[in-house]
């Protein structure tokens, strides 16, 4: 690929394996940038020997050499940063190496507390969050009520600040939930150490990025989620609370529209998903199960079993719609094998209706039963395929199905974790 700039996006609910197809992707690339989520990302990546598990720092920073940002759209937790700092740091120094955004919000321990108090008090309507604060520091965000990276920079008005909000957010924690508050002092132990750890690495990120490009370096843009799990398109309100689609990359990098080259949407040869929210392929059967167990299909994050479901293709059209994909990345495909037959969806019925566009009410999607097409599986082992040719000519005949009912090209197979399990189409 030949492009300045590439993003890598999910295309379903997470946990597509961008992290793999970063990894794979990372080699002509020299800088990788996070624009949005925070420490709710869990990234695997097998190098060798070594499985990498990464929640905010972008896989980049595992290839030697690479330039690591993370942009001013995230929300960042210093104390889960910090422990991914440490642990690549035993390899080599991050300093020159990774970037943060003074415009990127921090994740305070408030903000893990509420996303917790929030939860409960949804009882039957659980989001099913990652408990990482996430959802708690974008609302301060946009509420104005957030501390920025670049507020580290002076500690003294930084601990004003935080003195100030912490007003607001005890009488919350007091006074709605019952809880107790936090007190300044709370913050020495818990928070100081760990915020004055990352100053050194906090920057502008977007001048920065401005330079390399003028400098020809590679881009490549890490999404965390995806799209159906987008604040703005995704199964609302059981979403995240940023926008994973390519149009969070301007926002959440500080880069215009026109300089993102390609669009790599990451999909999954099956369907899973994490938490609660409507999913109209779930399989609740034995054959769901198989997948589960074979797929390992265990949250990164939260060690949650996901949820699996057969491929959505209603869904996958309207994100790659949203995210204005070149071409499909399918990972997993290894996964379905030995099924005797594997399905995709083309379109819903909802009571009398045939709907091909991906619903935004709920009560729709509660009553949207998929049609599907079926194909036949097939039993050979495909993980050490390494060209198309190598694939069955069932697992061929599943990619061009996808493809006429996605109507994107196929360009890339994951038949395996390891970055050489790869099949480029
Ligand atoms: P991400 O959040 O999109 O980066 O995905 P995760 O890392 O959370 O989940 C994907 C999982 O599938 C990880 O454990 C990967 O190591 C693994 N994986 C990625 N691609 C493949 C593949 O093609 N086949 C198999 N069997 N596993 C894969
Ligand atoms: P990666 O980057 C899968 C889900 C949570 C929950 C909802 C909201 O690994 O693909 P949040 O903590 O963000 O407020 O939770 O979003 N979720 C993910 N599911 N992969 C992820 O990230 C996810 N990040 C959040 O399970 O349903
Ligand atoms: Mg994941």
Known sequence: MDYAAVAVIGTQWGDEGKGKIVDYLVEKADVIVRYQGGPNAGHTVVVGEETYKLHHLPCGVISEGKISILGNGMVLDAVTLCSELEAMEEKRSMQEHLFISDRAHLIMPYHKRMDELEEDYRKGAKIGTTMRGVGPAYADKVTRMGLRCGDLLDEDTFKQKLAFILKNKNTILEKIYGVDGFSLEDFEAEFFPFARRIVPFITDTTVMLEEEMEKGSKILFEGAQGAMLDIDHGTYPYVTSSNPITGGICIGAGIAPHKIGQVVGVAKAYSTRVGSGPFPTELLDETGDSIREKGNEYGTTTGRPRRIGWLDGVALRHSCRLNGTTFLAVTLLDVLSGLEKVKIAYAYN??????NNFPSGLHILEKSIPLYQ???????????????????????????????????KVGMVSVGPRRDQTIMM
């Open 374 to 408: 079926e194909f036949e599986g097939w039993a050979e082992d495909i993980s050490s395929a390494r060209s198309k040719t190598d694939l069955p000519r069932a697992a061929q005949e599943y990619l061009r199905g996808l493809e006429s009912i996605t109507g994107i």
């Open 350 to 355: 909802v009571g009398e209706e045939v709907v």
